[in-house]
């Protein structure tokens, strides 16, 4: 079942319209790296770890649509346990035109070590309801910066933070998935800084462009129901 999703459109020329699209596909992208190599690299150790892994990289996961939230529509939202975090990444709405924003492919990561496809199903996937036409800043695309932090008693504490130059192309990534129109792609996360997984409660991920002097914000809480 399809789910529409309303959305800002921000023009760099200035202005605000509202647009609608009809999900009808959720993909959430996996092990996506530019760097293909270090990416086999570290899916080994996941192995030797007994980590469920892909033969193919990079990989997708298909989650339904009802999974899909954006910030207008609620901004705390129950998961299952504990053991769960944000993934910052960009997110792709194919519509009328490709929009671009951040999301959170928001993750269980206790249930990620028995399946990755079954963690996918497990919590929201979360995007600003702010985006931009893809056409104003592919030429560019690489110098777009990721971010996300986490709230901790003493402040926001940055968890990820790196460029979309770290994950393969969104043209790449349309062409490996044969994703068409009423779509929404998340495209793979960046790594954590000093590699650590932190189970927080409140995050927040910017998208942020500084050619174009802009920036999406996407603030969000989870609330586990059970410890």
């Known amino acids: ?105 928001h993750t269980d990561r206790w249930l990620e070590k028995v399946s990755i496809e079954r963690a996918k199903h497990t919590c929201p996937k979360i995007i600003s309801s702010a985006v931009w036409d893809y056409e104003e800043v592919k030429d560019h695309w690489d110098s777009i910066s990721l971010r996300c932090f986490v709230k901790e008693s003493s402040g926001w504490r940055v968890y990820q933070d790196g460029s979309l130059a770290q994950l393969l192309p969104l043209d790449t990534l349309i062409r490996e998935f044969n ?23 409140e995050y927040r991920l910017e998208l942020d462009d500084q050619v174009l002097g802009r920036k999406i914000t996407l603030t969000y809480t989870v609330s586990p129901i059970w410890p």
């Open 1 to 105: 079942m399809s789910k529409r999703v309303a959305l800002r459109l921000y023009s760099v020329r200035g202005g605000e319209r509202r647009v609608e699209v009809d999900v009808e596909r959720v993909v959430c992208a996996g092990f996506s790296g530019r760097n293909q190599e270090a990416v086999r690299k570290h899916i080994e150790e996941l192995r030797e770890l007994g980590v469920p892994t892909p033969d193919k990289t990079p990989t997708y996961y298909l989650v339904a649509p009802y999974l899909l939230f954006t910030d207008e529509e609620r901004g705390i939202y129950e998961v299952k346990g504990e053991e769960t975090s944000a993934e910052v990444e960009f997110a792709t709405i194919l519509g009328e035109k490709t929009y671009i924003t951040v999301g959170s492919d």
């Open 179 to 201: 994703i068409g129109r009423g779509s929404v792609l998340f495209s793979g996360t960046i790594p954590t800084v000093g590699g650590k997984i932190i189970y927080g409660r």
